[in-house]
């Protein structure tokens, strides 16, 4: 092969190379383009929470404490007997079990609490004056992330409607009751006061 040939031969292979290197890049380009320009599939938006009906405020005050229910389904079963002599001192709010149980008044979680002879899995909310105590019983369970010392608006969630507790399985309900606290009465002490009359409005 003469000196001429060998120089014509690089040429021509350099050429070719330069050739193909370029028509790699523009394809790759062009194909990172086209992706871009392709439309990106979009997550589904996430379902819209489900509205609740709004709360039953009485003329107290006091919202009723179970979602769903109107001051004319309520039942005064404040003195209504129970096993061993024991006074209810509360108002029962019968509900399907699972029913969304919400603060009837502001005030701070003082205490949650597991009796398993008694109201079963509890909440004990203070008013923010401290004169009042707001207890909630027979719960299915707490509203997730309720916590002792959570400051609570009126209608935020504390749990759900259940039969824990002494409760029949069958008869799902909340038991509430509201008790008159003196300075320095703890969680379990206070003066029971009738909550039917403050939340279904009568006298």
């Given amino acids: 092969m003469t000196r001429l040939t060998l120089i014509l031969v690089i040429v021509a292979t350099a050429a070719v190379s330069s050739a193909l ?6 394809v790759a380009f062009n194909r990172g383009a086209i992706s871009q320009a392709q439309p990106q599939p979009q997550r589904a938006p996430s379902p819209a929470p489900r509205p609740r009906p709004p709360l039953a405020v009485a003329p ?15 039942v005064d079963t404040y003195t209504a007997a129970r096993s061993g002599g024991r006074v209810h001192d509360a108002t029962d709010i ?4 699972g029913t969304e149980v919400v603060a009837a008044a502001p005030g701070t979680v003082e205490k949650l609490f597991f009796s398993k002879g008694g109201g079963g899995i509890t909440a004990y909310v203070r008013s923010p004056d401290g ?5 909630y019983a027979h719960l299915d369970s707490y509203w997730p992330g309720l916590h002792e010392g959570e400051a609570l608006r009126q209608g935020d969630p504390i749990g759900r409607v259940g039969s824990t507790g002494d409760a029949s399985p069958a008869a799902p309900h909340l038991h509430f009751a509201v008790n008159r606290m003196a300075a320095g009465q703890r969680w379990w002490q206070g003066s029971p006061v009738n909550p039917y009359p403050l939340l279904a409005g009568k006298r």
């Fill in 21 to 26: 290197t370029s028509a790699f890049w523009f």
């Fill in 94 to 97: 019968m509900a399907a079990r």
């Fill in 60 to 74: 107290s005050g006091l919202a009723i404490p179970v979602v769903g229910v109107k001051p004319e389904q309520l």
């Fill in 131 to 135: 004169q009042w105590q707001y207890y």
